[in-house]
Structure formats: C-alpha cells, structure tokens
C-alpha cells in the first residue's frame, strides 16, 4: 500500500515568509510525528499527535511552529516568519498507534531559507 | 531525561569486513531500542528493535544486543556488503511517554 507521502520535496523561501508542509500518513495510522533533522544533527523531535487527544507540542522551538492534523489523517506543519535556523529537513513519520514501535517515514521536504 | 549517543562517521569500510557501529543511551525506566536506516534516496526505515534487557534484534545479517550494564546498543554485521551503504541511526523509546529521540546518524559507506 502507500507509504507516508511528504509535500514539497524541496522548498525555498526568503526569510520572513511563511511555509506550510505537508504529510500524509499511512491509512490507518492514528500516530504521526514530526521531526527536523538539520545537518550534522539527529532527528530533533517537534511535536505529535495521536488520534482525537491534544497533540504534544514540547518539541516546538519557538512559537513561530504550529501545526495541524484535520479529520486524524492529513498533517500541515506551519512555520511563520522563517529564519535562516529554520533551514533544514522536516520529516514526518506515523505509526498504527503511540505505543506501537516502528515508525514509517515519508521522504521528507527538504526547506531552505534564503 | 532520554538521550542517544552514537558513534560519529563516516565509516568506510571494504566489502566483507566487519561492521560494529557504537550506541550508548540515557534513558530512564527501561525503554525500548532501535536501529533505523536510511538508503540513498529513501526514507527512515526500522532495521532492528529489542524492547527489554539482553534481547537481541536481528534483521538482514545485522544484530543489536540490548546491554543494559553498559547502556548500549551496538549495530553489528559480520560481512558487510556494497548495498549496506547507507546511514544507521539509533534510537529509543522512553518507558513513559510517546516520543521517539534519534542520534545523529552514522553514514556507512562499503566499497567493492
């Protein structure tokens, strides 16, 4: 079946603007993370949610992050007044459930910020 | 609080030879251990899981022994081969709480 599906692959913007990303997790799926994963660093957690409970945000850097999860599939993470820190790669990964243990991850949306 | 500490890359090794790659964790409780991998080109995947004390994961020729006297949890493969190239990531999963916390990665690259 389809996997974890990402959008866009790449992004550019100019500092200041505002980016959404996309993901769509497996069907089925009622956990999904996200993630940044800047060079050099490990995946640094960010927030997750799991089916109609409130989402854990203790990831989020600064409250220039927010995101969304409607109808408990389709996520959109959001990040206002991009800085060039907020270069990196955003991942997002879902599992059947919370307690599950493995994770299936999308390809990522690569951001840049000039 | 929860963390993961890896062995720092790149490794580069020939076709045949022996393959450890180093994983420490602080963790509180007994949480759960992971090797993640990442092809050229492709997503994260699971390559190895064990969820409790001296259980040992395995998959693809590669094993991880969950040490807990030593907080590790090493990635070895006794044979390498050229499509093993690809970064390792090791992870946990704490006993409390949801989250999954990654280490920087290690990028193994095998050649012929």
């Known amino acids: 079946g389809a996997g974890v599906s990402q959008s866009p692959s790449n992004k550019v913007t100019e500092k200041g603007k505002d980016v959404e990303l996309r993901c769509d997790p497996i069907?089925?799926?009622?956990?999904l993370y996200w993630y940044r994963q800047s060079l050099g660093q490990g995946l640094e957690f960010l927030i997750y949610?799991?089916?109609?409970?409130?989402?854990?945000k203790s990831g989020l850097p600064s409250d220039r992050f927010s995101a969304e999860r409607t109808g408990g599939s389709v996520s959109t993470l959001t990040i206002q007044r991009t800085q060039q820190e907020d270069s990196a790669v955003y991942l997002c990964?879902?599992?059947?459930?919370?307690?599950?243990?493995?994770?299936?991850f999308g390809p990522g949306t690569r951001l840049t910020v000039t | 609080g929860n963390s993961v500490t890896q062995m720092e890359g790149p490794v580069t090794l020939s076709e045949e030879a022996f393959l450890t790659i180093n994983c420490t964790y602080t963790?509180?409780?007994?949480?759960?251990l992971f090797w993640y991998v990442q092809y050229p080109g492709e997503g994260l995947q699971l390559l190895l899981k064990?969820?409790?004390?001296?259980d040992k994961g395995s998959n693809k020729g590669f094993e991880a022994t969950y040490r807990k006297e030593t907080t590790s949890f090493h990635l070895e493969k006794g044979s390498v081969q050229v499509s093993d190239s690809a970064v390792y990531f090791c992870?946990?999963?704490?006993?409390?709480?949801?989250?999954?916390?990654f280490g920087t990665g290690t990028s193994l690259t095998v050649i012929p």
């Open positions: 990964a879902s599992t059947l459930s919370v307690y599950s243990y493995e994770q299936y």
């Open positions: 069907s089925g799926h009622t956990a």
């Open positions: 949610f799991q089916g109609n409970s409130a989402p854990d």
């Open positions: 963790a509180t409780g007994y949480p759960s």
């Open positions: 064990a969820t409790k004390a001296d």
């Open positions: 992870a946990l999963k704490g006993s409390a709480g949801n989250q999954f916390y």
